[in-house]
């Protein structure tokens, strides 16, 4: 890859937070721990009575990733504006919206992704049939992303205020509404036994559309933090 | 040879941009690489306003290749929103701003234009080596530097591994000069290069732009200061108060 063509820019933005993920890993642990702890509420609150939990566990498991999602989501852009790389990477020669998605996809892998890995875990502990707890995990792998680009294009537009982690979530958890209906929904059909690729396919449209969509809007979004 | 500076130096808003000393755009073309006749960077009327108050302008002024000049004015003059508005991070409210006789806007502002600001833009987790591997990512290099050799280059030869956030102050503004000669810009705008830095850091700032300048670039320093370290007497433009 020649050094200042896109391809070398978009690896090199990747790398670069991924490595800084990795420097600061106890970070990275932290919503995995959230999530680890608050699924373990829910049985302590509800008592142990496994037909109950396991009608639950897909909408526990599903909100539970959405709200440690939401504690790592403020750190996507805010340190880059903090100590100007973010004025480099716009004074780069390189197309500005898929450098974010570079930088939203290095926060879906570092945070969203060991979120999936422990969903199952969460699930069985919550009594969820197997192979719902399949469905759930797919369901995760295409709603996370979702949650992702929708939660970047937020943050994008808070980034400019101070103290926008409360403003954030009061912005961000509507717009999850349908997300998480759809994902509940694959779920609680797969465990009714019923057809559950639909819900799925929908999840799937929408990302194809925000895939798009979202890295624009940080753009716009970021450009307009950086003029304040 | 006209330094392509305009004759309507006294602006209506009484504000005097004043030529002083010679610049290196009076030198023969024949003396000056990469030189052509259009200025590198052309300013007219250039006018930026913050909630219908005025930030500074209208200023007028040009800088021909191989060309420094001095910005100056005190605290809260202007002086870094003029540089954010050259480097296409906002927008100006008036006037025209030209880069090699073409109007500028900020997709051909990007890569073309360097911006040190106060905010260096370093990783203070990374190590300077491996800052400036994503600068070169990002903005390509010019030929035959590395982000290694930069780094010598600039004195921080021991330091490529360290993280930056364990640097000192000066270390890390060596650091981002090193990115100036890395990244393939004709011109540098530096917001107050010379914070920070020792005696030795000051001189090494004052070489590297003369050497840009020799190469054909050209840079606007700014400075709040009375004295300005910068070597020979550049031209200069005086924001108002």
């Known amino acids: 890859m020649k050094p200042g063509s896109v391809s ?6 990747l790398r670069r937070d991924l490595v800084l993920a990795w420097r600061s890993r106890g970070d990275m642990a932290m919503p995995v721990l959230y999530a680890l702890i608050v699924a373990t509420l829910f049985p302590f609150a509800l ?42 990477l716009m004074l780069a020669p390189q197309p500005l919206a898929l450098m974010l998605s570079m930088k939203i996809l290095a926060h879906w892998l570092t945070t969203a992704l060991p979120l999936i890995v422990i969903a199952p875990l969460l699930a069985s502990m919550l009594h969820l049939p197997g192979h719902a707890i399949a469905v759930l995990v797919l369901a995760l792998v295409v709603a996370t ?12 537009l808070t980034a400019g205020t101070r103290r926008s982690g409360m403003l954030l979530a009061l912005m961000l958890l509507p717009l999850c509404v349908p997300v998480v209906i759809f994902a509940a929904g694959a779920v609680s059909a797969a465990q009714a036994n019923l057809p559950w690729v639909a819900p799925i396919a929908w ?20 450009r307009i933090a950086v003029d304040a | 040879m006209d330094t392509g500076f305009p004759s309507r130096d006294l602006q209506p808003h009484g504000q005097v941009i004043q030529p002083l000393g010679q610049s290196c755009a009076l030198l023969p073309d024949s003396m000056m690489p990469n030189t052509t006749n259009t200025a590198l960077l052309e300013a007219r009327g250039l006018t930026f306003l913050r909630q219908d108050e005025r930030v500074f302008g209208p200023l007028d002024f040009s800088l021909a290749h191989g060309e420094v000049m001095l910005v100056e004015g005190d605290n809260g003059s202007g002086k870094t929103t003029l540089l954010r508005v050259l480097a296409g991070l906002l927008r100006a409210d008036e006037g025209n701003l030209y880069l090699d006789g073409e109007p500028l806007d900020r997709d051909r502002a990007r890569g073309r234009m360097l911006f040190m600001a106060h905010h260096l833009g370093l990783k203070a987790d990374l190590s300077p ?13 010019r030929p035959r530097t590395t982000p290694a050799n930069v780094l010598q280059k600039v004195g921080l030869q021991g330091y490529e591994d360290e993280p930056v956030r364990q640097l000192s102050a000066g270390q890390k503004k060596r650091a981002a000069l090193a990115r100036m000669l890395l990244i393939p810009a004709q011109m540098w705008l530096l917001d107050e290069p010379f914070a920070n830095l020792d005696r ?32 020979g007497t550049p031209r200069r433009i005086r924001m108002p108060a």
Request: net charge negative; proline share 3%.
């Open chain 1, 8 to 13: 070398a820019a978009a690896a090199a933005v």
């Open chain 1, 47 to 88: 008592g142990p009575d496994s037909a109950l939990l396991a009608r639950i566990a897909g909408g526990v498991v599903l909100v539970t990733v959405l709200l440690s999602m939401l504690l790592a989501l403020d750190a996507l852009f805010r340190p880059d504006l903090e100590d100007g790389s973010l004025e480099q």
């Open chain 1, 145 to 156: 992303p979702l949650l992702s680009l929708l939660g970047s294009v937020l943050v994008a």
């Open chain 1, 203 to 222: 999840l799937g449209a929408a990302l194809a559309l925000i895939l798009v969509l979202a890295p624009l809007a940080c753009a716009a979004a970021l």
């Open chain 2, 129 to 141: 080596l491996e800052n400036l591997r994503i600068a070169s990512g990002l903005y390509g290099c």
């Open chain 2, 200 to 231: 030795e850091g000051i001189a090494l700032v004052n070489g590297l732009i003369e050497e840009h300048a020799e190469a054909g670039g050209a840079a606007l320093v700014t400075s709040h200061g009375a004295v300005t370290f910068l070597h």
